[in-house]
């Protein structure tokens, strides 16, 4: 099980750009990497997936290098709003598991 | 919208009272799981169906149960809980085939669960 690696927590502020780096040295071939966004007490929303380079959406960029052992999430212009707890998470497919292994995460804070 | 429904959201139960917490969606995804979550913990996969077909985390304790009548709804029954099942419990769905899609998973607003 590919085991991920992220700061517990990170301070910014509004308007800036934020950049959430995961490591992940033991990434199998197969494995997408995902993030997910959660609010307290709610359920964590899907922000963005990749397998490698660059993916964009209306939300987020994800960027993984060639290698892939780690990934970043990248944040542009946060507001107040933004202020969460970001997971990184990297698939299971060595055992074919569907399921989702949540790490620690990390702690985003915005300030005005 | 399409969605994944959580009911009720808050549930006080008292201690080794049987509780059932249910979840419905109407994303028509084959997959459905739950998770527990604790106070500033991430979330933890207890079990999760793929279409009827019933997958237990091996951890999972035997006093929490799962029931999937049909495609929409899925139940998390409690046998006898204790204090130390108070918790977050959430739901989540995820297309079928593959793997890209289970990581893809959406989730339901939770049910907050006290046991007094």
């Known amino acids: 099980l590919a085991k991920t690696t992220q700061p517990i927590s990170m301070d910014s502020y509004e308007g800036q750009e934020v950049n959430i780096t995961c490591s992940h040295n033991?990434?199998?071939?197969?494995?997408?990497i995902t993030w997910y966004q959660q609010f307290p007490s709610q359920g964590p929303r899907f922000i963005i997936q990749g397998y490698k380079t660059k993916v964009t959406n209306e939300v987020a960029s994800l960027f993984i290098p060639a290698d892939r052992k780690s990934s970043t999430l990248s944040l542009p212009r946060v507001s107040l709003s933004d202020t969460a707890v970001y997971y990184c998470l990297v698939g299971d497919q060595y055992t074919g598991r569907r399921a989702l292994t949540f790490g620690s995460g990390t702690r985003l804070q915005v300030q005005p | 919208d399409a969605m994944v429904i959580q009911n009720p959201r808050y549930q006080v139960t008292q201690f080794g009272k049987p509780v059932t917490l249910s979840c419905s969606q109407t994303?028509?995804?084959?997959?459905m799981y739950w998770y527990q979550q604790k106070s500033s913990q991430a979330p933890k996969l207890l079990f999760h169906y793929y279409d009827k077909d019933f997958n237990n985390e091996a951890d999972t304790p035997d006093n929490f149960q799962s029931r999937r009548p049909n495609t929409s709804f899925c139940f998390l029954d409690i046998r006898s809980p204790g204090l130390g099942d108070a918790a977050m419990y959430l739901c989540a769905t995820s297309r079928g085939g593959g793997l890209a899609s289970a990581y893809e998973q959406y989730f339901g607003p939770g049910t907050r669960l006290t046991v007094t």
């Open positions: 033991n990434i199998a071939t197969n494995d997408y």
């Open positions: 994303l028509n995804h084959n997959v």
